[in-house]
């Protein structure tokens, strides 16, 4: 395939200002009558040919202004639709095409998941509908007519509001329309038709009008939409509240299938979602699964400004509308929970998925300058990383000016299709300063590394911070120059308390922040009365790493001492980090495994500090994980030693330290309650309990069953399984037989009974692992069925993905062949997994060019897993 530009970009010849779709729907000859209004562009010569594209599609007739096309003025193919000679003034082009949705196994375009009827066009969804300019700077008003059998769909759902529904007479037969007056582009477009329950509620908007709310969902489960539907006013409030922005149709509908590639997607006025992130109820969702639904409905809704109302010039500018969601929902999430808790997870995610693809073959700038597939660029850079470039953005100009800049930008954009540097003038604007340079956050791939000197003179009473940044080289990316870099920082006293920040005028510090913009650049702190201890990057403020040579007992003090909360749970983090990379070189070598008692001490005042926040506290004793360690590793990884660190140092924590742990993993017996204070408490008992169970003292397996057999929510439930299973502990197999026998009939309860088993680290995991493939539930189709046993396990398993027979990439490269003609998607986001393969040791790291090899020696490759193999193996 052809590599797309974005230095070639230039706007359509031709505009599309409204279009009527009718659209007949039927299991396998679903018909759509398009009728493009179209005009051409101010700087086209008249009769300059107009291209639509397609995929896939048959067409059945074509019209000009209302008369059949001559055959030889077009060309028609399953891709593609050319006028030769369209005409000089305005024109109806009037397509009509014929689809099949049940065929539909890509889950792109128009589909059926359960008997729904469904659609899914972002990115290039919308030309297996219908032929289109199918990009996302064509905005037009739709129309959409939808028809169906009255008993097949009784519902009919399209974008904006309705306008008209009825019966059609001496059939079974019934229709609705529905008419958006914002202009949109065809990424946007849905509509549903099926047999679905409503949920309905009412919002009223800050200026007073009344919204209709509707969740709907399968009959049987209205039930499990009132944390989506509470997550849904909250959010609604917040973006009035926090950006004065107020939502814009008389509707608000959103629809929960089973089969979809994604999380959701924001359609206008119809966001379709994913249904674990609508459906949740205490008995089948963990407290995990809450929060993913209350980030995900804010992070749908919140598209209606920052992506729906302005949205991408083209896909390369992806991180216009997804890297400001994200940062917006992530704001949302930490006013609805504890801020310094949701900092730390999303740090976590960052680093578990972001700093692996920004360190490997799959790196990319946060704004892509080339692509093959764009849906190979729906990633943690654009989605992650792009948030926290704008949460940078934030830190550096202060929250007037940015709130000021955002304004500005809903002011100045609204309705029109943009790019970043639109976007950044309006801040560049607002703050009276220049971003230039902070743009190079969106065109440089790679994760900054900050190498930190810092030297305190007594006599000066100074202390010297010298701060140097450089990008480690990628392919393609050699050179790279200096970023504006956000470094949050205090210093603190003897006893513990922050200092004064007194920095020379030479210094760029403003606040508790310095501006790093240089390579290389000295920043001086005056009045500093003793030697302090540094805490730096405080909340997380870049998305770099640091070179610090802390000592251990500086860590140590900031674990214990740190005003922020942040930086503590990093300080732990750390020492914890250099123990296990320390104990990962023993195992390597034979040598029993020591963990430091120092170290291990520490964590037993993390578990008995009361005045902590229990959900701190659990993020604290969650030690890196085990791609966490071969991520800062970097290079001649082997999985198994790190798996026997972690473990030392767990086992260590969990033997030391047991009667504390003991009395931690009690629960307090309330009534379930979905809130964050409650979800940590639950969340620090589990992580009790889980170093509990590495430890395996006499009558450990008996809790952990009787966990699992009383648990009054999922949360309890599935971490005690998952140790029992984990552990190899004696009721593992009557605790997921019982589990089976409970949920059978719950695909979302079940996605996590296969979860489970596919992340076990043990030998014996694999056959049971390979034999569940054929287990009557597991279902290759369904894409959350088959991300829970295979992806789960290619990315969540370590020691068995990357053994050292090969047999886990066979298993994985092997699934990827099978499913990569029916859902190119699903196949390709797996085999992203292997991203990190060059990291491995030589001979894993053989093993996985072997597997990457044998696909890319396939040569009817879907676009999307040929350019992820291509440049795995680049
Ligand atoms: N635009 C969707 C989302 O991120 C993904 N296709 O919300
Ligand atoms: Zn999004």
Same mark, same amino acid.
């Given at each position: 395939a052809?590599?797309i530009?974005?230095?070639?970009?230039a706007?359509?010849?031709?505009r599309?200002?409204?279009l009527?779709?009718?659209?007949?729907l039927?299991?396998?000859a679903?018909?759509v009558t398009?009728e493009?209004h179209?005009?051409?562009?101010?700087a086209t010569?008249?009769?300059?040919?107009?291209?639509?594209d397609?995929?896939g599609?048959e067409?059945?007739?074509?019209?000009i202004d209302g008369f059949?096309a001559?055959?030889a003025a077009?060309?028609?193919?399953p891709d593609k639709l050319v =006028?030769?000679?369209?005409p000089?003034?305005?024109?109806?082009?009037?397509i009509?095409?014929r689809?099949?949705?049940e065929?539909?196994?890509q889950?792109m375009?128009l589909?059926r998941s359960?008997?729904?009827?469904?659609t899914q066009?972002?990115?290039e969804?919308?030309r297996?509908?219908?032929?289109f300019?199918?990009?996302?700077?064509?905005?037009s008003?739709?129309?959409?007519?939808?028809?169906?059998?009255k008993?097949d769909?009784?519902?009919?759902?399209g974008?904006?509001n309705?306008?008209?529904a009825?019966?059609?007479?001496?059939?079974d037969?019934h229709y609705?329309?529905?008419?958006?007056p914002?202009p949109?582009?065809s990424y946007?477009f849905?509509?549903v038709?099926?047999?679905?329950?409503?949920?309905?509620?009412?919002?009223?908007?800050?200026s007073?009008r009344?919204?209709?709310?509707?969740?709907?969902?399968?009959?049987g489960?209205?039930n499990w939409?009132?944390?989506?539907m509470?997550s849904?006013?909250?959010?609604?409030?917040?973006?009035?509240?926090?950006f004065?922005?107020e939502?814009?149709?008389d509707v608000?509908?959103?629809v929960a299938?089973?089969?979809?590639?994604?999380g959701?997607?924001?359609?206008?006025?119809?966001?379709?979602?994913?249904d674990?992130?609508?459906l949740?109820d205490p008995q089948t969702?963990?407290?995990?699964d809450y929060?993913?639904?209350?980030?995900?409905i804010?992070?749908?809704y919140?598209h209606?400004?920052?992506g729906?109302?302005?949205?991408? +010039?083209?896909?390369?500018?992806?991180?216009?509308?997804e890297g400001?969601t994200v940062?917006r929902d992530?704001?949302?999430?930490?006013?609805m929970?504890?801020?310094p808790?949701?900092?730390?997870?999303d740090v976590r995610?960052?680093?578990a998925?972001q700093?692996?693809?920004d360190?490997g073959?799959?790196?990319?700038?946060?704004r892509p300058?080339?692509?093959?597939e764009?849906?190979?660029f729906y990633?943690?850079?654009v989605?992650e990383?792009?948030?926290?470039?704008?949460?940078m953005?934030?830190?550096l100009?202060g929250p007037?000016?940015?709130r000021?800049? #955002?304004d500005?930008?809903?002011?100045r954009?609204?309705g029109?299709a943009?790019?970043i540097e639109a976007?950044?003038?309006?801040?560049a604007?607002?703050a009276g300063?220049?971003?230039d340079q902070f743009?190079?956050?969106?065109?440089?791939? $790679?994760?900054p590394?900050i190498?930190v000197?810092c030297?305190? &003179?007594e006599?000066n009473?100074? =202390?010297?911070?010298t701060?140097s940044?450089?990008?480690p080289?990628?392919?393609?990316?050699?050179?790279?120059?200096?970023?504006v870099i956000p470094v949050r920082?205090g210093l603190?006293?003897e006893d513990?308390?922050d200092?004064?920040?007194?920095p020379?005028?030479a210094?760029?510090v &403003?606040?508790d922040?310095m501006v790093l913009?240089? +390579?290389?650049?000295?920043?001086t702190?005056?009045?500093v009365?003793?030697?302090?201890?540094?805490?730096l990057l405080?909340?997380?403020?870049?998305p770099?790493?640091?070179?610090?040579?802390q000592?251990?007992?500086d860590l140590l003090?900031?674990?214990?001492?740190?005003?922020?909360p942040?930086?503590?749970w990093?300080?732990?983090?750390t020492?914890?980090?250099?123990?296990?990379i320390?104990?990962?070189g023993d195992?390597r070598?034979d040598?029993a495994?020591l963990?430091?008692?120092k170290?291990?001490?520490?964590? $037993?005042?993390t578990?008995s500090?009361?005045?902590?926040?229990?959900a701190?506290?659990a993020?604290t004793l969650d030690?890196p994980s085990?791609?966490?360690?071969? +991520?800062?590793?970097?290079?001649d990884v082997d999985?198994?030693?790190?798996?026997?660190a972690?473990?030392a140092l767990r086992k260590?924590i969990?033997?030391?330290?047991?009667?504390?742990l003991?009395?931690a993993a009690?629960?307090d017996?309330?009534?379930?309650s979905p809130?964050?204070?409650?979800?940590?408490?639950r969340?620090?008992?589990n992580?009790a309990?889980s170093?509990l169970?590495?430890?395996?003292?006499?009558g450990?397996?008996?809790?952990?069953?009787?966990r699992f057999? #009383?648990?009054?929510n999922m949360?309890?439930?599935i971490s005690?399984l998952?140790?029992?299973v984990?552990?190899?502990?004696?009721?593992?197999e009557?605790a997921?037989a019982a589990?089976?026998?409970?949920?059978?009939?719950?695909?979302l309860a079940m996605?996590?009974?296969f979860?489970?088993?596919a992340t076990?680290p043990?030998e014996?995991?694999?056959d049971?692992i390979?034999?569940l493939t054929?287990?009557p539930l597991f279902?290759k189709?369904?894409?959350?069925?088959l991300?829970?046993l295979v992806q789960?396990f290619a990315t969540?398993?370590?020691?068995?993905?990357?053994?050292? &027979? $090969?047999r886990?990439?066979?298993?994985v490269?092997d699934?990827?062949l099978?499913?990569?003609?029916?859902?190119p998607?699903?196949a390709?986001?797996?085999?992203?997994?292997?991203r990190?393969?060059r990291?491995?040791?030589e001979n894993?790291a053989?093993?996985?060019?072997?597997?990457?090899?044998r696909?890319s020696?396939?040569?009817d490759?879907?676009?999307?897993?040929?350019?992820?193999v291509?440049?795995c193996l680049?």
């Open positions: 052809v590599a530009r974005l230095e070639d970009y706007p359509a010849p031709y599309i200002s409204k009527f779709l009718d659209v007949k039927a299991p396998q679903t018909v398009a493009l179209i005009e051409r562009g101010n010569k008249a009769g300059t040919p107009l291209e639509l397609g995929d599609l067409l059945e007739g074509v019209q059949p001559d055959p077009i060309t028609a193919t =006028l030769h000679s369209p000089a003034d305005p024109f109806v082009l009037t009509r095409t689809v099949n949705p065929a539909n196994t889950l375009g589909y359960s008997g729904t009827y469904c066009c972002e990115a969804g919308f297996r509908i219908t032929y300019l199918d990009r996302p700077d064509i905005l008003v739709y129309t959409t007519r939808i028809e169906a059998r008993s769909a009784p519902i009919l759902l974008n904006g309705p306008s008209e009825g019966d059609i007479p001496g059939t037969r609705a329309i529905w008419h958006d914002f949109k582009p946007l849905a509509l038709g099926g047999d679905l329950a409503a949920v309905r509620d009412t919002f009223t908007t800050s007073g009344s919204v209709d709310l509707a969740i709907y969902v399968e009959h489960r209205e939409c009132d944390w989506a509470d849904l006013k909250r959010s609604m409030r917040w973006d009035e509240e926090t004065g922005l939502y814009d149709l608000f509908n959103i299938v089973s089969d979809f590639n994604m959701a997607m924001e359609n206008k006025g119809l966001n379709i979602f994913n674990k992130y609508v949740a969702a963990t407290d995990q929060a993913n639904v209350e980030a995900v804010a992070h749908e919140f209606n400004w920052t729906n109302r302005i949205t991408c +010039r083209d896909w390369f500018q992806l991180c216009l509308k400001l940062f992530q704001e949302f999430s930490s006013d929970r504890s801020r808790v949701k900092r730390i997870s995610l960052l680093k998925h700093f692996p693809e360190a073959p799959l790196a990319h700038p946060v300058r080339t692509y093959r764009i849906n190979n990633t943690a850079t989605y990383k792009g948030a926290e470039v704008v949460r953005l934030k830190t100009l007037d000016s940015f000021a800049g #955002m500005l930008y809903f002011q954009h609204d029109e943009t790019t976007f950044l003038a309006c801040f604007e607002a300063t220049d971003l743009a190079l956050w969106y065109e440089q791939a $790679g994760t590394l190498k000197d030297t305190y &003179s006599e009473q100074e =202390l010297r911070l701060l940044q450089s990008i080289p990628l392919p393609g990316q050699d050179e790279t120059d200096p970023n920082f603190l006293g513990g308390k200092m004064d920040l007194v020379t005028p210094s760029d &403003s606040g922040m913009k240089q +390579r290389t650049q000295t920043f702190l005056q009045n009365q003793a030697r302090p201890v540094l805490s405080r909340r997380f403020s870049a770099v790493r640091l070179d610090f040579d000592s251990k007992q003090f900031l674990a214990q001492r740190d005003s922020d942040f930086n503590r990093q300080a732990t983090q020492l914890a980090t250099r123990e296990l320390r104990l990962a195992a070598q040598k495994l963990p430091d008692v170290l291990v001490d520490a964590f $037993g005042e578990i500090d009361t005045t902590l926040d229990p701190f506290r993020q030690l085990e791609a966490d360690i071969a +991520r800062d590793l970097g290079k999985p198994d030693a790190i798996h026997a972690r473990q260590a969990g033997l030391q330290h047991h009667s504390a003991i009395g009690q629960l017996g309330e009534a379930f809130d964050a204070a409650a979800a940590g408490q969340a620090f008992a992580r309990l170093l169970a590495v430890a395996d003292e006499p450990t397996a008996e809790l952990l069953k009787t057999d #009383m648990a009054t949360t309890d439930r005690a998952l140790m029992l984990h552990n190899g502990l004696h009721g593992s009557a997921l589990f089976l026998n409970r949920f059978q009939d719950t695909s996605d996590k009974w979860m489970v088993q076990a043990k014996d995991a694999f049971r390979t034999a054929a287990h279902d189709t369904n894409p959350n069925r991300r829970s789960s969540g398993n370590p020691t068995q993905f990357s053994h050292a &027979s $090969g886990g990439f066979d298993f490269a699934m990827v099978e499913i990569d003609n029916r859902n998607q699903v390709s986001r797996l085999l992203t997994s292997f990190s393969w990291a491995l040791e894993r053989a093993l996985a060019k072997q597997a990457l090899l696909i020696a396939e040569d490759l879907s676009r999307d897993t040929r350019d992820i291509d440049r680049q």
